[in-house]
């Protein structure tokens, strides 16, 4: 499976990434690639993992939808995740400054790859 090339393809494809991550739903790595440290981008995906599980249990408390997305900024990133199925998600991590509108295009298209793979 191409997964390591498609992470690739997607980071070089939005300036200002610095890595993306395909885990299981348990938060673990499958797949990643970037320029930050593997350790670190591990540890991102395995908490925004924890992020996308909370939230799906309060949505569906509420009886809505699967998330699409979840962005997370802070003061120094901004962080995407998208749910690939039920059981992978996507992660990639962003300099602050980097255009939100091209990084969720290219993360969305990536994920469409991504689940294609998967099935």
């Given at each position: 499976?191409?997964?390591k090339r498609l992470l690739s393809e997607l980071v070089d494809r939005v300036p200002g990434a610095s890595?993306?991550?395909l885990a299981d739903?348990?938060?673990e790595a499958v797949e990643q690639s970037g320029q930050m440290d593997d350790y670190e981008l591990k540890v991102i995906g395995a908490h925004k993992g924890v992020i996308l599980s909370n939230l799906r249990n309060v949505v569906c408390r509420l009886g809505g939808d699967?998330?699409?997305e979840i962005i997370v900024t802070t003061a120094e990133?901004?962080?995407l995740v998208l749910p690939i199925?039920?059981?992978y998600f996507l992660v990639m991590t962003l300099r602050k400054e980097?255009?939100?509108g091209?990084?969720?295009f290219e993360a969305r298209r990536c994920a469409a790859l991504l689940r294609a793979e998967i099935a």
């Open positions: 499976m191409p997964f890595g993306a991550i739903w348990e938060g699967e998330p699409e990133m901004q962080t199925t039920l059981e980097t255009p939100l091209l990084a969720r």
